[in-house]
C-alpha cells in the first residue's frame, strides 16, 4: 500500500479544452494512463492537487471523473484554479456516490490518514493579491489550509500538506500561507500549477524547514511520484 502524488491532469475527454496544444502534453491522456497503471496498484493511493477537470459542471467533468476511477487505487482530489466543476461538499459527494466513483474523494477542511501520512490542503491562491477581493481569498485559503492541518493533526500521523498554487517561488512568496505552514510546523509540502518554462522558478527541496516539492503532471512526465510505500 503507498501514497502517490500528482497535479494538474487537466482531462478533458467531454470537452473542447485538450492540453495537446501545448509543447509536453502531447497524448497526454494515454501516457497519464499508461504511467498510472505502471506503478499504483489497486490498494494505493493518489492525491490529485487540483486542475483535474476542464469540465465546466459536475456533469461535464463526469468523463475524466469515470476515468479516474477506471484507474487503480484511491483518488483523493484538492480543488485547483481551473476546476469550475467544483461545487459544495454535498453535492460532490453525492454526485460521486451517485454515479458509482466509489475510488473517488474530496479534501475540503478535512484530512484523510493514508500510511501513516494525514493528507490535508488547499488551493491556495496568488503571491501577489493587491485588491481587497483577493486578500480575501488569500485569508479564506489561509483559514481553510488551517483547518485542514488541524484536522490532519486530530488523526494522527504525519500533516503532509496539499496546495495547488505554489506557497513560493525562487521569486515570490504568499506569506499568509507560509506562515500557516510555518505556524502548524508542517515537514512536507507539495504543490502544482507550474508548467513548462514556469518551473524553472519551482521551489524544490528545503526551504524553512519545509521540503516543498512540485508534482505538476507536465513536470512528473505525467508519472504519479512515490510519496511512501509500506
Known sequence: MSLFAIADTHLSLAADKSMEIFPGWQDYVTRLET?????VGADDTVVIAGDVSWGMSLEGALRDFQFLDSLPGKKLILKGNHDYWWATRKKMDCFFEEHALASL????????????FAVCGTRGWFFDAEADAE???????AGRLRASIQAAKALGGEPVAFLHYPPLTHTARCEE?????????????????????????????????????????????FCPQLLRTS
Do not use: M
Open 105 to 116: 474523494r474530496i479534501v475540503h477542511n478535512d484530512a484523510v490518514k493514508v500510511e501513516g
Open 35 to 39: 504511467q498510472w497503471r505502471a506503478v
Open 177 to 221: 500561507i507560509l506562515q500557516v505552514l510555518q505556524e502548524e510546523k508542517i515537514r512536507r509540502c507539495y504543490y502544482g500549477h507550474l508548467h513548462g518554462s514556469a518551473t524553472r522558478a519551482a521551489v524544490t527541496g528545503e526551504r524553512e524547514g519545509i521540503q516543498f516539492t512540485l508534482i505538476s503532471a507536465d513536470y512528473l512526465h
Open 135 to 141: 486578500k480575501k481569498v488569500v485569508r479564506r485559503e
